[in-house]
T-cell receptor
């Protein structure tokens, strides 16, 4: 059974479009995250939600809007896509917000902007 | 040392040998550290963690060493196997965020 699942796995779209990525976790975790991994494999946090509330927003452009309908889901909507948005986006979850909790990652969504 | 560029630092080892992957972390106040393994097309997979009140922790075939004096973390893999080939990341937990290192590619050859 997949613990953290993201859809779609691949997303190819044109500049200026709006797209969404969905994430669901079945681990019973309270906290979910979105990360961006660039072409150099650098992995950086974007957002964190705990029980549907935003707790971390790493100065991401406001074209990116996360939404958490419940604690098992964290979706990412991106408006007016730009070339620099091309990356792999990873969803993750952890038990609680404490710093001593491992995060469990999905297999990523590869976003390519044409 | 680590470098950021188009190519990840790479460690090449022969199957059966031991591997040591090193990582320098940034913040003296970080209190929790994790090693992740990322295979091609997959997300980072948890390997082992260590809290700042420890200096060594062992798992199955893996050992993590923490040296807080020089802010250094290492991952030792015993009897490296082809399935260990991947990119390995260290991460430090600081102000409730995980900060990832730049990653090291481990290549295992027969």
């Amino acid at each position: 059974d997949t613990a953290v699942s993201q859809t779609p796995k691949y997303l190819v779209t044109q500049m200026g479009n709006d797209k969404s990525i969905k994430c669901e976790q079945n681990l019973g975790h309270d906290t979910m995250y979105w990360y961006k991994q660039d072409s150099k494999k650098f992995l950086k946090i974007m957002f964190s939600y705990n029980n549907k509330e935003l707790i971390i927003n790493e100065t991401v452009p406001n074209r990116f809007s996360p939404k958490s309908p419940d604690k098992a889901h964290l979706n990412l909507h991106i408006n007016s896509l730009e070339l620099g948005d091309s990356a792999v986006y990873f969803c993750a979850s952890s038990l609680g917000t404490g710093s001593n909790q491992p995060q469990h990652f999905g297999d990523g969504t590869r976003l390519s902007i044409l | 040392g680590e470098s950021v560029g188009l190519h990840l630092p790479t460690l090449s080892v022969q199957e059966g040998d031991n591997s040591i992957i090193n990582c320098a972390y940034s913040n003296s106040a970080s209190d929790y550290f994790i090693w992740y393994k990322q295979e091609s097309g997959k997300g980072p997979q948890f390997i082992i963690d260590i809290r700042s009140n420890m200096d060594k922790r062992q798992g199955q075939r893996v050992t993590v060493l923490l040296n807080k004096t020089v802010k250094h973390l290492s991952l030792q893999i015993a009897a490296t196997q082809p399935g260990d080939s991947a990119v390995y990341f260290c991460a430090e937990s600081y102000t409730d965020k995980l900060i990832f290192g730049t990653g090291t590619r481990l290549q295992v050859f027969p």
